[in-house]
């Protein structure tokens, strides 16, 4: 099994370019199948779930290229209903597959796509939605069957604005007669994103980054072109790498309004972040400044997927940290990591834990828990005095596209041992 060989003591500094977000691509990949048409779709990192949806989208009779950071996708043809067991139960995002293929096709069958390490992800929230726009859903031993019965717009309230229930409640409204009104939907980036694809399509949606969304249904839809949007959490992670190590970090391009929420946090610790032209420069404080608090919360507020980065930064700070993880139950699984490189964190209930800042990190041999928790391992890694050795990196080439040639492009001693 491939695993990383990190030296620490490094400075993580320089330029960072990387891709586009993998939070955005995996929707719009799956909206690709609404327009029986052309899609082309630029800045996309090459990361294992690209990968994988890939994979679905051949697996229903999509046609697909990708050519540096370009994907072609044609889904003129679509010669499947049924999406194999395999794929959803694997990779928990492929269930936003569902509202395109609805939008497409008369009936559906996909399995449910059952939870995943960092908690239960139930899709409760997905399903009442889509049944709200007149599609009947029967569940069976793990597997659903959808067939429309009365496909028509209707009004949405999500009770919690679950990223893929939003996603999977646009994807089947595009293409449903009238009007379609989501109320307290999530307001993500990744949101918007979804709602620029589809309009570059034909579709008629507007409010994405609000908290109501309306949608009038379209008949058909067009050849689709679009550019996805930076990775906040990716950038978040390689400035969070930068700070660590005492690193003087330039990001070529970010969304300012989408970094805010990690940028106010790093700053808190002592960082100074300038935009500037289309990014942005962070600079590392001497000594790392402890947050008081760290909870983290749907979009504007801090993002879960940065929640593990952050408990790796706060363990070298100057004092102690409360983390909440409000939004999964089961996300701390790195600090047991954390804690054998020298970390001091103490679990207060199964969503709170105490980091108390040490001097340092010691290099050990640790294995990933999840794609964010790994990463976070890594940055620990990169920070500590001697060598790690981290197992399990499976997880985070699921979103981080070759995350050791862009660590060494910086300055970072890594190597993949395959
Ligand atoms: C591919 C993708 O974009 N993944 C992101 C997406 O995941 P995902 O779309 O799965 O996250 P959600 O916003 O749906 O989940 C948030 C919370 O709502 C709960 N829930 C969700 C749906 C549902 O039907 N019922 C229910 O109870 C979940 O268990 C979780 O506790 O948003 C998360 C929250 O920002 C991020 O951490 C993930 O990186
Ligand atoms: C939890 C994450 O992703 P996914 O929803 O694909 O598991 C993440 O990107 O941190």
């Known amino acids: 099994m491939s695993k990383y060989i990190v030296n620490g003591g490094n400075k993580i500094e320089g330029r960072l370019s990387i891709r586009g977000a993998k939070n955005s691509v995996l929707p719009i990949m799956a909206a690709s199948i609404l327009n029986e048409n052309i899609s082309i779709i630029h800045n996309v990192p090459y990361i294992s779930d690209v990968k994988f949806m890939i994979k679905i989208l051949e697996s229903v009779g999509c046609r697909v290229k990708y050519e540096d950071g370009t994907l072609t996708i044609d889904s003129t043809v679509i010669s499947s209903g049924e999406i194999d067991e395999k794929y959803v139960t694997k990779m928990r995002s492929s269930i936003i597959i569902m509202g395109a293929m609805i939008g497409r096709l008369d009936y559906v069958k ?29 569940e069976e031993s793990g597997v659903l069957y959808c067939t429309k019965e009365d496909y028509k717009g209707s009004s949405i309230n999500f009770e ?50 609000t908290n109501y969304i309306e949608i009038e249904g379209v008949e058909k839809l067009g050849r689709a072109e679009h550019t996805v949007i930076p990775d906040r959490i990716a950038i978040g992670t390689y400035m969070m790498a930068s700070a660590m190590t005492s690193g003087t970090l330039e990001v070529d391009k970010v969304v300012i309004p989408h970094m805010e929420a990690i940028n106010d946090k790093l700053r808190m610790a002592g960082c100074e972040i300038e935009y ?64 054998k490189m020298g970390a001091n964190i103490k679990y207060i209930t199964e969503k709170i834990c105490m980091v108390k800042g040490v001097k340092e ?23 500590a005095k001697g060598q790690s ?6 997880h985070v080439e699921r979103g981080y596209e070759s995350i050791e040639t862009v660590i060494k492009s910086l300055g970072g001693d890594i190597r993949k041992v395959d």
């Open 276 to 339: 500037i032209g289309d990014g942005l420069v962070l600079k590392s404080p001497k000594t790392i400044q402890a947050i008081d608090l760290v909870r983290t919360s749907p979009h504007p507020g801090f993002p879960t997927d940065m929640q593990a980065q952050m408990t790796a930064l706060m363990s070298i700070s100057n004092g102690t940290s409360l983390f909440y993880e409000t939004i999964f139950e089961n996300r701390f699984m790195h600090c047991e990591g954390l804690n």
């Open 389 to 394: 050795e981290i197992t399990d990196i499976y």
């Open 361 to 383: 990190f010691m290099g050990t041999k640790v294995k990933s828990p999840d794609l964010r928790g790994g990463a976070s391992l890594i940055l620990a890694a990169l920070a």
């Open 110 to 138: 996909i399995n449910h796509p059952g939870g995943c390490a960092i908690g239960a992800r139930p899709i409760d929230l997905h399903l009442k939605a889509i049944k709200q726009l007149g599609i009947e859903i029967k």
């Open 160 to 209: 919690y604005p679950s990223v893929g229930a939003t996603e999977n409640a646009m994807l089947a409204a595009v293409k449903a007669k009238g009007t379609t009104k989501i109320y307290n939907p999530a307001r993500e980036p990744e949101i918007e994103d979804l709602q620029d694809f589809l309009n570059s399509m034909g579709a008629k949606v507007t409010g994405a980054g």
